[in-house]
């Protein structure tokens, strides 16, 4: 299996933010129930998201091998499709935090491949090789990331 691991500055960009909105929810919901509101300190914040993207980084690639990719879905779990069950793939661009290809098997089910993926060109080779040109994500990927 090869590895694709997503940018180290992309994952940054998700995570702060979202940890950042936890510890917000998290103030604001002791607000509600009569604690006096504080910002939260963002050193720690940072720490923790620092940790966070380390880890997605090193643990949770995308992975390809001869059986199919080894991605994660919009919730964060990493699931297993083959070659041959991908349905479609198309871009996405709404969503600042959300671009990348989404790729759909045969039961509907949606996968996130990044914008900010490593290694795209040796992905998109796999591809080919195993997919063929007329593959959804062989045609996806030609279509150079950086213009989403």
Same mark, same amino acid.
């Given at each position: ?20 909105? /936890?510890?917000?929810? =998290?103030?604001? &919901? #002791? *607000? ?9 300190? @963002? ?24 059986? /199919?990719?080894?991605? =994660?879905?919009? &919730? #964060? *779990?990493?699931?297993?499709?083959g070659?041959?069950?991908?349905? @479609? ?17 045969r ?42």
């Open positions: 299996m090869q590895r694709f691991p997503v940018r180290l500055p992309a994952l940054w960009r998700q995570a702060f933010p979202s940890v950042m909105l /936890g510890a917000l929810a =998290g103030q604001g &919901w #002791g *607000w509600l129930q009569g604690e006096p509101f504080s910002w939260p300190q @963002s050193l720690p914040l940072m720490a923790a998201a620092a940790v966070t993207v380390v880890m997605i980084h090193l643990l949770m690639p995308t992975e390809a091998g001869p059986e /199919g990719l080894k991605l =994660g879905t919009f &919730w #964060g *779990w990493r699931r297993s499709v070659w041959e069950d991908i349905a @479609s793939a198309e871009h996405l661009r709404g969503v600042p935090l959300v671009v990348g290809i989404r790729l759909r098997d039961q509907g089910r949606n996968y996130l491949l990044p914008r900010d993926t490593l290694h795209l060109a040796a992905l998109h080779a796999l591809a080919l090789s195993r997919g063929g040109p007329q593959h959804p994500l062989t045609l996806a990927l030609e279509v150079p990331m950086y213009r989403l």
